[in-house]
Nanobody
Framework: QVQLVESGGGLVQAGGSLRLSCAAS????????MGWFRQAPGKEREFVAA????????YHASSVKGRFTISRDNAKNTVYLQMNSLKPEDTAVYVC?????????????????WGQGTQVTVSS
């Protein structure tokens, strides 16, 4: 079992920044690829970013590329999502997920563990 706890969400004005953190516990963190997803009210869950076990391979959705950056610190068992130039359409619950293999994927069905999520609200 892997437990994931997100933090860092909040209310920010358009153009602002937030950094989300996802702390993992329970298993060897570096054995897992990690991902961030988001879900806005009335919308389906959307892939945001993914990172492989070492952090050397990342993938970002086109909607956030150039504004968001995923990273990880295996010594701290934590994955981050730096979000810059936030837009109102980025408003959603952001959830991190862990995949029991070391390579990335955008498919949520390939992730084994999920956190509870943290709310991000961007005002215009």
């Amino acid at each position: 079992q892997v437990q994931l706890v997100e933090s860092g969400g909040g209310l920010v004005q358009a153009g602002g920044s937030l950094r989300l953190s996802c702390a993992a516990s329970g298993r060897t963190f570096s054995n897992y690829a990690m991902g961030w997803f988001r879900q806005a009210p009335g919308k389906e869950r959307e892939f945001v970013a993914a990172i492989n076990w070492s952090g050397r391979s990342t993938y970002h959705a086109s909607s956030v590329k150039g504004r968001f950056t995923i990273s990880r610190d295996n010594a701290k068992n934590t994955v981050y999502l730096q979000m810059n130039s936030l837009k109102p359409e980025d408003t959603a619950v952001y959830v991190c997920a862990a995949r029991g293999v070391t390579t990335t994927t955008i498919d949520p069905n390939e992730y084994d563990y999920w956190g509870q999520g943290t709310q991000v609200t961007v005002s215009s």
